[in-house]
């Protein structure tokens, strides 16, 4: 067996490769590039961050009222900048073939045309500016990682961001009190009034969602790894990403988390790669997660959520009210809350809670038509054909199985999809790098083994 192959180690844990050494372990990037997108990716949910022409009014409704200017910014020019420096010191011979990811630049370009509808323009040019932002760090995900540790790096940089914030939400739960905003420099931690923490991102919503849709990845690099040191630590940090989730009372977030866990477990087991320790340790996060759980049931399900479902319920139906004044090409993006505003005006809905719609499939079709919601739904169905392209090459098990991950958080997410916003910039964006790993995960599976080898270690069979 040459030096560059894999091994495997004795049942129970042979659908995992154990390294051999190699010396194909350097990765396309550079430390300081890792490091820049480590800051840039945590930054997403630490919001250290401003906006240029801020709408403050806008911004009570739900839209996006600003053009964003963040860490995170920065960070993604220095990325770019450092590639092409790169590009340009190294002298490359031909010319590389990109992963572009048609469906994305159809919806930008569906975006930006409906600021032909709408009735404040610039609130559209606001969307768009987050968009770009998003398709910037998609691309660089999905060309600049070509190696199985990169993947997997990447995936820790996930799991440090959700534990970071899982932190800050157990500290502000402990300690803040109901209502009221902390400040720590450029960054705001919060507690709703009713005790929930929202976290760094201004909404226990918001900060479970995200929690939650990094969360199954996670989790799935826990499943793949063979070294028992990375293996403890990717289930001291699903376990407290878990308790985290269950601190914010998000009910959706729940949900993604759950069902995420549900299809890894089942698709790891019917293939034989569902590591031996797994049962114990799902018994044992089950037993951590009784009482954060029971919590949420008295809190949310029992005693009533304080008209969250139905508000949710009347906002829907201005929306379909909405809808049918131009269903095809929409009312333009960012500006739902202005065009619903005449049906939330009718006596039905006056006495009602008013906001953009918790739907972003109806959020999405209200300003951008169908055509627009065509074409996020084609977003969404691009990044789960990529992870599932990968799950099924199965030349590659770590690949399927961090594939499977990431499919299964974008399938739980779409759930979550259903009842919320998901407009601001850090839903977007992290959504964004999620797809853009899916991409790359289905870009190195798809390379011969050989190639694999030459960027990384070798875990074809």
Known sequence: M??????????????????????ANASGLRWHEWAALAVGVNEINLQIDSYLMFHERDAEFGAVAGINISVFTICLGYLYAAWIGHSMLKGVVRKPGFLWNPPMLIYI??????????SVPMLTVFDVAVLVQAFAIFFYLANRIKTV?????CTWILASAMCIQALIVFVAKALGEPGTDYYFGPIMVNVWEDGRPGGTMHSPVLAGSAMAIMWVPVLALTMCQRNRLLT??????????????????TRGAIITAFFGAMMIGWMLGRRGWLPRWSIMAAAAFALLAVYPLFLVIVGRVANGDGGSASARAHLAMIAMDTIKEAPLFGHGSGNCHLACEDNANQAAFRSEWYYTVHCKYLLVWIETGIIGLLGFLAILGNGIRHGLSAWRNQSS????????????ALLGHMTHLLVDVFNSRT?????WVLLGITAAIYRISHQ????????GVNYGR
């Open 149 to 153: 540790p990169d993947v997997m790096r």
């Open 109 to 118: 370009a569906i975006v930006a045309s409906s600021m032909l509808a709408a």
């Open 448 to 455: 011969p083994s050989a190639d694999r080898r030459l960027g």
């Open 232 to 249: 403890r630590l990717g289930l001291f940090c699903t376990a407290f990403g878990m308790l985290g989730i269950l601190c914010t009372q």
């Open 397 to 408: 098990p770590v690949l399927a199985t961090l594939g499977l991950g990431f499919t299964a």
């Open 427 to 431: 839903q977007v964006q992290l959504l």
């Open 2 to 23: 040459s030096a560059t192959s894999t091994t495997f180690s004795a049942a129970g844990s042979s659908a995992f490769p154990t390294r051999t050494r190699s010396a």
